[in-house]
């Protein structure tokens, strides 16, 4: 089994990687973005600052690294290039959201949607958090793109592409920060859709089992 080692490996990385960005946001929730240093995290998570640098070149990317891109790439590639381009990133959105945060009750919020919430809460009220997420935005939206096909050499279809792509996340960023303010009491997914049905038509953001 040639593989075995290299999923080993991954899944160490990805376990070490949780464990760093769990301290740091903590840390960063309890202390400050700007008083507590990389050094800090490295400590109480148990391991080197370099450590922290290898899996997370920058002190922002500690709060702003994430699944999401992956999750909503693959959501994209599996639907139907059939359905319209804002259908199918909204919908993508809407279920990666429902991965992230698992649907859990508004008085008792899951470890995942707590520990989401606090990273929203840092990149609102943090400026450099706020300056980094655009260029995590461009990232998720270059994905959003590539998973449409929309680097093809036909420019007007990369360009449609780019555009219904970041239209969908400007209406995300919109249900991101409301959910934030409402403390995780509502459902995201929910709050996804209906910013995606005020920026487009309700009959265009399909969030149905068949989207």
Not at 81 to 95: C, M
Request: glycine content about 6%; aromatic content about 4%; some cysteine.
């Amino acid at each position: 089994m040639p593989d075995q080692p290299s999923t080993l490996r991954e899944q160490r990385r990805a376990e070490t990687q949780r464990t760093i960005q769990a301290h740091a946001v903590r840390l960063f929730t309890e202390h400050g973005y700007d008083a507590t240093t990389v050094s800090d995290v490295a400590e109480a998570a148990g391991v080197s600052p370099m450590t922290v640098y290898r899996h997370f070149p920058t002190k922002e990317d500690l709060v702003l690294v994430d699944q999401n891109g992956r999750l909503v790439a693959e959501r994209i590639i599996a639907s139907s290039a059939a359905q319209p381009l804002v259908r199918r990133i909204g919908s993508a959105l809407i279920d990666s959201a429902a991965t992230l945060t698992r649907g859990g009750q508004r008085d008792d919020l899951t470890a995942g949607e707590q520990f989401l919430l606090a990273r929203l809460r840092l990149m609102i009220s943090t400026p450099a958090l706020r300056a980094k997420h655009l260029d995590n935005h461009y990232a998720l939206q270059q994905a959003i793109v590539d998973a449409l096909g929309g680097d093809a050499a036909d420019l007007d279809t990369a360009f449609h592409a780019h555009a219904a792509a970041s239209a969908c996340l400007a209406a995300m960023h919109t249900a991101l920060v409301r959910w934030a303010e409402d403390d995780g009491r509502t459902e995201l997914p929910d709050l996804i859709a209906k910013a995606l049905a005020a920026a487009f038509d309700n009959d265009i953001v399909d969030t149905g089992p068949n989207a």
